[in-house]
């Protein structure tokens, strides 16, 4: 199952990214300043995911990738895909999953990741 990531990020703001089943990024949001903004973005995509625009773009060096917009606004940017036929099958895997997936809120005082490297030798 897919699953939408909240996170703080360094400046202060919020950003969520999709991601499937085994963890890839499928796409990550714009920096939303209120981790309540990131909530709504969330619940719109996966309420009324056929209101919003997929296009498809490609970089000055040849990736391809896609944006997630609604009203000329982008609010989200996918990840760099090497042709466009892997393009294709995340913007399918978004299209048969997003309004199935989870949302992930972990806490902001809580740093899962970080166990000091004295910890765990000395145990």
């Not at 969520?16 to 709504?40: A, H, Y």
């Not at 609010?75 to 090497?82: K, P």
């Not at 913007?91 to 992930?104: C, G, V």
């Amino acid at each position: 199952m897919s699953v939408f990531v909240i996170n703080k990020r360094f400046d202060g703001n919020y950003k969520f990214v999709f991601s499937n089943r085994k963890g890839k990024i499928i796409f990550t949001s714009i920096s939303c300043k209120r981790k309540s903004d990131c909530q709504l973005i969330i619940e719109a995509l996966q309420n009324n995911y056929d209101m919003f625009v997929i296009t498809k773009t490609k970089t000055p060096r040849g990736k391809f990738f896609f944006r997630v917009s609604k009203g000329g606004l982008v609010l989200a940017s996918s990840r760099r895909y090497a042709s466009d036929y892997s393009l294709q099958k995340g913007i399918d895997y978004a299209n048969r999953w997003i309004e199935q997936s989870e949302m992930l809120d972990l806490p902001e005082e809580d740093d899962v990741f970080s166990t000091p490297a004295e910890d765990i030798f000395t145990s």
